[in-house]
C-alpha cells in the first residue's frame, strides 16, 4: 500500500459533520452517518495565510461595494506568466462569480438559436447542460479509455463540428476523468475549432491541481496567437485553496475585444460583482500560497496512491490513473449492483451520479479528504459490494 507523506498541515481531522457543508449535510442524518464524497470541495484547511487576508479585511469594518485590490491584476498576471509562459493584459480579465455562470455566458454569446455547443463526454454536468438552457444543440465528443488514459474520439470531433458549432467548452484539466491535456490533443481541439470559427471556452478551475510531478497544465490560449484570439478562458482560485464558502470569485479571460463585448453583453445584470473577501482571499492565494499548495497536492496525490491502489485490489471497481483534480472516475458496471450509488449511499458514503456527468456506469469518488475518512469510505465501499 502507497506510503503516506508525513504532512503537518493536514494530519488534524477537522469534524466535518454538523457543519454547514454541502458535502456532508446533504445525505446525512442523525439516524444515518453519511461520509460526503461528491460535491468537489476540500476537507483540508486553507492557507492560514488567506485565513489571515480575510481577517485583516474584515477589520477594516466597512463593506460597502469594492473595487478589486490595486495589486490584483498584476499579481495573477505575473502568476499566469510565471507558471505557463503566458503573457496576458489586464484589458483582457472579466471578474465573474464563479466558472459556471461563464460557462453558460459563453454558450451563446455569439450565433443563433439551434446553433451548437460542443463538449467532451463524461464532463463536468454543466458542460452537457449550458446547451439546453441557453437555446443551442448540444455536440458531444464522446471519450473511452485508450491504453488506460480516458481520450476524446477526435473523429467523432471532426466528423460533427461544423460552422455552426459557435463554442467549444473544454475542461482542462478535465473532470470527472481526471486528465491533463496534452499538448497534441489541444492542437487538435484548437485546428478544428479554428477551422470552424468556433470559440474555445476553456474552464481551467483545475489547473493547479496537477498531481502528476511529470505532467504540466498548458492553457490552450497560451500554444498561439490565433487560438488566443477565439478564446475565453475560465480561471479561479476556488477550487485548489479551497475557498467556494467565501463567496465566488472567477476570471473570464478574453483577449479580442469582440467576443469581450458579446461576453458581457450576456453577463449584463445577470452575473453579480465579485466581494471584497473574495479579492483579498485569490489575491494571497495566487501570490503567496505556493507552499501550501505544494502540501496540499502531496497530500492529494498520497490519498489517489492510496485510493488507486485499494480500488485496484476490490472485484467489481474499476478507476482509470487520476493525473489531476482530486475526484475518482470509478467504473462501476461489473459492481454486480443494480444501483450501485444508492447502495454506497445506503453503506454512509455519498457519490457524485456518473449519469449527471454524461455515464451511468460510472460514480465520482472525491478524495479530497483526511485519509482516515478515505480509509473508512473504502472500508464501506467494500461492505456494499460484500
Ligand atoms: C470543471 C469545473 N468547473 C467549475 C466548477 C465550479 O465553479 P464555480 O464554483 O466557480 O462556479 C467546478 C466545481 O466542481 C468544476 O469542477
New binding site residues.
Given amino acids: 500500500m502507497p506510503n503516506k507523506t508525513n504532512s503537518s498541515l493536514f494530519d488534524s481531522p477537522i469534524e466535518r459533520r454538523a457543519s454547514d457543508s454541502t458535502k456532508w449535510s446533504r445525505f446525512s442524518s442523525k439516524e444515518h452517518d453519511v461520509i460526503g464524497a461528491w460535491?468537489?470541495d476540500m476537507d483540508l484547511p486553507t492557507s492560514d495565510k488567506i485565513i489571515d487576508a480575510i481577517k485583516d479585511r474584515l477589520d477594516e469594518r466597512v463593506f460597502g461595494y469594492s473595487e478589486p485590490p490595486d495589486q490584483f491584476f498584476d499579481v495573477v498576471i505575473n502568476r499566469l506568466e510565471k507558471k505557463y509562459g503566458w503573457t496576458t493584459k489586464q484589458e483582457w480579465f472579466v471578474p465573474q462569480p464563479?466558472?459556471?455562470?461563464s460557462l453558460f455566458f459563453a454558450s451563446n454569446c455569439f450565433g443563433d438559436t439551434g446553433d451548437g455547443v460542443m463538449a467532451a463526454r463524461p464532463n463536468?454536468r454543466?458542460f452537457l447542460e449550458t446547451a439546453e438552457h441557453t437555446g443551442r444543440t448540444f455536440q458531444p465528443v464522446d471519450c473511452q479509455v485508450n491504453h488506460g488514459r480516458w481520450e476524446m474520439d477526435f473523429d467523432q470531433m471532426h466528423q460533427t463540428i461544423s460552422p455552426r458549432t459557435k463554442t467549444f467548452l473544454l475542461?482542462n484539466p478535465h473532470?470527472p476523468v481526471g486528465r491533463v491535456l496534452d499538448q497534441q490533443e489541444l492542437e487538435t481541439i484548437a485546428d478544428a475549432c479554428l477551422a470552424n470559427g468556433t470559440i474555445i471556452c476553456s474552464?481551467e478551475?483545475?489547473a493547479d491541481l496537477v498531481l502528476d510531478t511529470d505532467k504540466q497544465h498548458v492553457p490552450i490560449a497560451s500554444l498561439d496567437p490565433s487560438i488566443e484570439k477565439k478564446s475565453i478562458t475560465l480561471i479561479?482560485a476556488?477550487?485548489a485553496f479551497n475557498l467556494?464558502a467565501i463567496g465566488?470569485l472567477?476570471l473570464a479571460i478574453i483577449p479580442d475585444q469582440d467576443i469581450r463585448a458579446a461576453f458581457q453583453k450576456r453577463a449584463y445584470g445577470v452575473a453579480t460583482h465579485p466581494g471584497a473577501l473574495a479579492y483579498a482571499a485569490t489575491m494571497t492565494a495566487f501570490e503567496e500560497c505556493d507552499d501550501w499548495l505544494t502540501e496540499a497536492i502531496g497530500y492529494l496525490r498520497d490519498n489517489r496512491d492510496y485510493l488507486e491502489a485499494q480500488i485496484t485490489g476490490i472485484d467489481g471497481l474499476a478507476m482509470t490513473h487520476v493525473e489531476a483534480t482530486f475526484l475518482a472516475w470509478i467504473d462501476v458496471s461489473n459492481s454486480g449492483l443494480r444501483n450501485p450509488l444508492s447502495t454506497f449511499l445506503d453503506h454512509g458514503v455519498a457519490l457524485s451520479d456518473g449519469a449527471d456527468m454524461g455515464n451511468p456506469d460510472h460514480v465520482r469518488l472525491n478524495f479530497a479528504c483526511h485519509r482516515s475518512t478515505l480509509e473508512e469510505i473504502v472500508r464501506r465501499l467494500k461492505t456494499g459490494l460484500s
Avoid: L, R
Avoid at 98 to 101: I, T
Fill in positions: 460535491i468537489a464563479g466558472v459556471v455562470p463536468y454543466y475542461c473532470n474552464d478551475i483545475h479561479s476556488s477550487k467556494p465566488g472567477s
